[in-house]
T-cell receptor, first 115, second 113 residues
């Protein structure tokens, strides 16, 4: 049981390049999330998904796209990277919401540097 | 909107000292409250949580009580260890809101031997 895994661990991009971050979970969770973590700002939600085939915008969605083609995978795409997207990206997952907030389980993070 | 404010760090303590990290929140509805911990180079791990007023969450010697009257969820530990050095995040989530969580900025704790 690996929990939540993220690929890659670290990446350097040039401005304008594109890339996809992969998140996978083996806990059969319905909900998945992408956050970015910046110094002094905690975590901010980029996009999330409440089930296979669904996606929704979070607090800071601009410049990112996501897809949830399979229940266990949640992909985060950067079509044209900008230096402002230099950050650490975390994926998380949780069980279906039942009226009581469910704990989110986090991956180890992807460090992205855009030059 | 819903938000969390936690005390700024960094916090440096000696081993066996008492720890308090303050956290206050603003929310519509009835949020659940969480403390997450992030060890160097790792993702966030749930430390403890409380889902209603007056609940006390506890784990690994850490405690926090959900205080609705003061909108607070302060983290405490009676005797810290070097291994507790990490960044601590307070967070809230409002039920029936797609599990949307709002995190504080984080407080870095360093415990010296």
């Amino acid at each position: 049981n690996a929990g939540v895994t993220q690929t890659p661990k670290f990446r350097v991009l040039k401005t304008g390049q594109s890339m996809t971050l992969l998140c996978a979970q083996d806990m059969n969770h319905e909900y998945m999330y992408w956050y970015r973590q910046d110094p002094g700002m905690g975590l901010r939600l980029i996009h999330y998904s409440v089930g296979e085939g669904t996606t929704a915008k979070g607090e800071v969605p601009d410049g990112y796209n996501v897809s949830r083609l399979k229940k266990q995978n949640f992909l985060l795409g950067l079509e044209s990277a900008a230096p402002s997207q230099t950050s650490v990206y975390f994926c998380a997952s949780s069980q279906t919401e039942t009226g009581v907030t469910e704990t989110q389980y986090f991956g180890p993070g992807t460090r992205l540097l855009v030059l | 909107g819903d938000s969390v404010t936690q005390m700024e760090g960094p916090v440096t303590l000696s081993e066996e000292a008492f720890l308090t990290i303050n956290c206050t929140y603003t929310a519509t509805g009835y949020p659940s409250l969480f403390w997450y911990v992030q060890y160097p180079g790792e993702g966030l791990q749930l430390l403890l949580k409380a889902t209603k007023a007056d609940d006390k969450g506890s784990n690994k010697g850490f405690e926090a009580t959900y205080r609705k009257e003061t909108t607070s969820f302060h983290l405490e530990k009676g005797s810290v260890q070097v291994s507790d050095s990490a960044v601590y995040f307070c967070a809230l989530s409002v039920p029936y809101n797609n599990n949307d969580m709002r995190f504080g900025a984080g407080t870095r704790l360093t415990v010296k031997p």
